[in-house]
């Protein structure tokens, strides 16, 4: 079993700051990739923010300059600092994990249960 625990979502106005952090646990040989993803009313779900093992990161242009995702690849958790919130940045917000759960495994990936990310004044 892999589980998720992800948290800091919440309602902030316009222009404030919020913190999620996702801890994955369970029986992991290795993740490779973490990262969020996010899914807006009626609209696809859309990469937010990658990382990896090596701590390359990408973006969506979106959030590039406002966001920024970093890792504990000791406790494996993920972290995304979102500055300059805007309304439409206002969604579920998913914590995703690439990894491998045994020497022999193939990789797989893993999702969370979403928290939700809402910006309004």
């Known amino acids: 079993q892999v589980q998720f625990v992800e948290s800091g979502g919440g309602l902030v106005q316009p222009g404030g700051s919020l913190r999620l952090s996702c801890s994955v646990s369970?029986?992991?040989?290795?993740?490779?990739?973490m990262g969020w993803y996010r899914q807006a009313p009626g609209k696809r779900r859309e990469l937010v923010a990658v990382?990896?093992?090596?701590?390359?990161?990408n973006y969506v242009d979106s959030v590039k300059g406002r966001f920024t995702i970093s890792r504990d690849n000791a406790n494996n958790t993920v972290y995304l600092q979102m500055n300059a919130l805007k309304p439409e940045d206002t969604a579920v917000y998913y914590c995703?994990?690439?990894?491998?759960?045994?020497?022999?495994?193939?990789?797989?990936?893993?999702w969370g249960q979403g928290t939700q990310v809402t910006v309004s004044s």
């Open positions: 995703n994990a690439d990894l491998r759960r045994g020497t022999f495994a193939r990789r797989q990936t893993y």
């Open positions: 369970g029986s992991i040989s290795f993740i490779y990739v």
């Open positions: 990382i990896t093992s090596a701590g390359a990161t």
